[in-house]
T-cell receptor, first 111, second 117 residues
Framework: QKEVEQNSGPLSVPEGAIASLNCTYS??????FFWYRQYSGKSPELIMF????GDKEDGRFTAQLNKASQYVSLLIRDSQPSDSATYLC???????????FGSGTRLSIRP | GAVVSQHPSWVICKSGTSVKIECRSL??????MFWYRQFPKQSLMLMAT?????????EQGVEKDKFLINHASLTLSTLTVTSAHPEDSSFYIC?????????????FGPGTRLLVL
């Protein structure tokens, strides 16, 4: 079992709709959770981080964390074509400094 | 967010030569930097964790004698690919933790694309 799992996609969403990206992790001791966006040929850029159970909103983005279910999600409201990218879920273990990345979900927003 | 730079952005070299890649945190101090490698259509793979003033910690399967890491200051880490071969061609990305931020986060450099002929 991978430490951080994501559906590779592609996930196709119509412009203006809500895109929902999901991630599960295996280590119950994980404390920090991150979502990165990576455009083709570019390095990842941080979108959001979340530490506590519940929702965290930032503009069109909402991160959701459920530690009991070991589940993290990212919602993108009013999806735009510029949101088309690969989204990487990342988890930091409580006892280590390195971040473990999932393999990413490719999101495509169709006009 | 914090800025991390990498140099060069791309490099082409002959097989057998060594290539040095620099990673700098421009507006914050980073006691820890990370080096990743990404092959086409694959996920980021952590190669090593670089700590200022001490030896780097390499992930399993990464040859420390081939990928030399030096973290000489709080704003600079270097990765040297020694005796590069075509299979080393990849996208190398560094990342730095901003320990001065209210929430510790990890920022990525723009990456260095290496092509070994």
């Amino acid at each position: 079992q991978k430490e951080v799992e994501q559906n590779s996609g592609p996930l196709s969403v119509p412009e203006g709709a809500i895109a929902s990206l999901n991630c599960t992790y295996s280590d119950r001791g994980s404390q920090s959770f991150f979502w990165y966006r990576q455009y083709s040929g570019k390095s990842p850029e941080l979108i959001m981080f979340i530490y506590s159970n519940g929702d965290k909103e930032d503009g069109r983005f909402t991160a959701q964390l459920n530690k009991a279910s070991q589940y993290v999600s990212l919602l993108i409201r009013d999806s735009q074509p510029s949101d088309s990218a690969t989204y990487l879920c990342a988890v930091r273990h409580s006892s280590a400094s390195k971040i473990i990345f999932g393999s990413g979900t490719r999101l495509s927003i169709r006009p | 967010g914090a800025v991390v730079s990498q140099h060069p952005s791309w490099v082409i070299c002959k097989s057998g030569t060594s290539v040095k890649i620099e990673c700098r945190s421009l507006d914050f101090q980073a006691t820890t930097m990370f080096w990743y490698r990404q092959f086409p259509k694959q996920s980021l793979m952590l190669m090593a964790t670089s700590n200022e003033g001490s030896k780097a910690t390499y992930e399993q399967g990464v040859e420390k004698d081939k990928f030399l890491i030096n973290h000489a200051s709080l704003t600079l880490s270097t990765l040297t690919v020694t005796s590069a071969h075509p299979e080393d061609s990849s996208f190398y990305i560094c990342s730095a933790r901003d320990l001065g931020a209210a929430q510790e986060t990890q920022y990525f450099g723009p990456g260095t694309r290496l092509l070994v002929l």
